[in-house]
């Protein structure tokens, strides 16, 4: 992976969570190879380590570490070994989020005549639309409130949040997914204001489409091509196509670069080929 600008996080320490997946371990390889030295927390510890693993042999700094962003208990666990391991924290990436079936309507527009099996939105799961909250909100809430107390009045301590196209624009079947990600965008901007006095920027980056795991089957048929939904997402980005992960990248770490942002905070970045900046004609 390459960045364009020349990023120097030595000395630095980074917590990702989240980091058992692609799109998360892809941001700690690229703190490392700036020089950080990066704890990879997620809930799956054999997928972090894997990726810590990834990093070390290609001569960074970095472990995993086992956490649920939804307990206090196991955050105040894996922050304990952070410190006695790698130090002080002094950047923070909320990357833990993601969707459920359970809180997906089968239909983007309610209809009088609905097939008999068709999952609307008088049939979500109220468990479904709480655990997508909860994992997007107080995933990146609780994380906060664990790392953020130790990083009150560190040189360059930041935090970055992952929001989403949808908090900006609503996508249809999603709903929880879409007031979970717009949340962040607020609770972002409500941290940068509160966190302004102790010397914490904090600051979002919000992802246009991309393809990954979670969402292939959403994009793309059995046989490769399209959905009608894939259709509609690159018609309305004007640069034509899905982003790659490693587009990502140099926002995410200009934001948390004291020498390149050290007076941007409250910031929701979109990162997103236009989509947001389209009205469709």
Request: aromatic share 8%.
């Amino acid at each position: 992976m390459t960045t364009p600008f020349k990023h120097d996080f030595s000395g630095k320490v980074v917590v990702v969570t989240g980091a058992g997946g692609v799109l998360c371990s892809d941001f700690a390889k690229a703190y490392a190879k700036a020089g950080a030295k990066v704890a990879l927390l997620d809930l799956n510890e054999e997928a972090a380590q894997g990726y810590a693993e990834e990093i070390v042999a290609d001569g960074g700094v970095a472990i995993g570490v086992e956490a649920n962003v939804l307990e206090v208990a196991s955050l105040e666990k894996a922050k304990e070994r952070v410190v006695n391991e790698l130090g002080p924290v002094d950047i923070l990436v909320n990357g833990a989020g993601g969707n459920s079936p359970l809180a997906t309507t089968d239909n983007e527009y309610h209809e009088i005549e609905l097939p008999e099996d068709t999952t609307t939105f008088f049939d979500l799961d109220p468990k479904g639309i709480e655990f997508v909250f909860n994992l997007n909100f107080l995933g990146t809430l609780l994380p906060t409130q664990v790392f953020a107390k130790d990083m009150i009045g560190r040189e360059g301590a930041n935090i970055v949040n992952i929001s989403s196209m949808n908090g900006f624009k609503p996508l249809t079947k999603i709903p929880a997914y879409s007031g979970a990600k717009a949340a962040i965008s607020n609770f972002t901007e409500w941290l940068a204001t509160h966190f302004s006095h102790v010397g914490i920027r904090v600051n979002a980056i919000a992802p246009g489409f991309l393809v990954s795991e979670q969402n292939r089957r959403l994009l793309f048929n059995e046989d490769g091509s399209p959905t009608e939904r894939a259709g509609k997402i690159i018609a309305g980005t004007p640069m034509g196509r899905f982003g790659e992960s490693e587009e990502l990248v140099g926002g995410m770490l200009y934001l948390s670069d004291e020498a390149a942002a050290s007076f941007v905070t409250g910031v929701v970045l979109p990162i997103d080929g236009g989509f947001n900046a389209y009205s469709g004609v």
